[in-house]
């Protein structure tokens, strides 16, 4: 079963506004964190935002939060005043804290900032 | 070394020939990751090593694939025989190996291209 899901393969936002990304999960672990990654076209991951499971407040790293609705198994990334320089793939991953310590990914969001 | 360093950036290779990619992590980084990164998809994870534990092979696509790593440092992944749909970026990251956010460093990749 996809532990992973972003269901949005292409997104579009104008210059300087906000923009929701999708991700739901699924787990059966109690211990998890989510992850979102972004991957401009020069390949690199870099690494944005976390949430681990038992944080009530959500995530928040300067123009990015993640909006972390547990019962509902989501964690979506919302970039707020989008720049040209946000234009890349965004990965949505979760790590499960029994077992493998690996990342599983989703398949990406390509968001395009227009002018 | 500051980052992730995976050695070469690029690989270009017959069809049935055998290649070897080579990932340096950070230092102190206890755990070991290889992903792969077909065009256009998501990262699939391939191999973990972590210290002196034996190492979590399940991601692995077929026996033509194995990796080791050395003194708990340098990791080599190795395919045989190697095919068109091997053809991928494969990337690499490192950890300390705990629980929490940020702690996943990804090196550039190698992109593998078979001919």
């Known amino acids: 079963a996809q532990k992973i899901t972003q269901t949005q393969p292409g997104m579009f936002v104008q210059e300087k506004e906000a923009v929701t990304l999708d991700c739901t999960y699924d787990?059966?672990?109690?211990?998890?964190?989510l992850f979102w990654y972004k991957q401009p076209s020069s390949g690199e991951m870099i690494f944005l935002i976390y949430?681990?499971?038992?944080?009530?407040q959500n995530a928040t790293e300067g123009r990015y939060s993640l909006n972390f609705q547990k019962a509902r198994k989501s964690a979506n990334l919302v970039i707020s005043a989008s720049q040209l320089g946000d234009s890349a793939m965004y990965f949505c991953?979760?790590?499960?804290?029994?077992?493998?310590?690996?990342?599983?990914f989703g398949s990406g969001t390509r968001l395009q900032v227009q002018p | 070394g500051a980052g992730v360093s995976q050695s070469p950036s690029n690989k270009v290779t017959e069809k049935g020939k055998d290649v070897e990619l080579r990932c340096d992590p950070i230092?102190?980084?206890?755990?070991l990751y290889w992903y792969r990164q077909s065009l256009g998809q998501g990262l699939e994870f391939l191999i973990y090593?972590?210290?002196?534990?034996?190492?979590?092979k399940s991601g692995l696509p077929s026996d033509r694939f194995s990796a080791e790593r050395t003194g708990g440092s340098v990791s080599t992944l190795t395919i045989q025989r190697t095919q068109q749909e091997d053809s991928a970026v494969y990337l690499c990251?490192?950890?300390?190996?705990?629980?929490?956010?940020?702690?996943?460093?990804f090196g550039s990749g190698t992109r593998l291209t078979v001919v």
């Open positions: 990251a490192s950890s300390l190996g705990r629980t929490g956010g940020s702690g996943y460093t």
């Open positions: 787990t059966s672990d109690q211990s998890y964190g």
């Open positions: 949430q681990g499971s038992y944080d009530e």
């Open positions: 991953a979760m790590r499960e804290d029994t077992g493998r310590r690996a990342l599983t």
């Open positions: 230092s102190g980084h206890t755990a």
């Open positions: 090593f972590q210290g002196n534990s034996a190492p979590d």
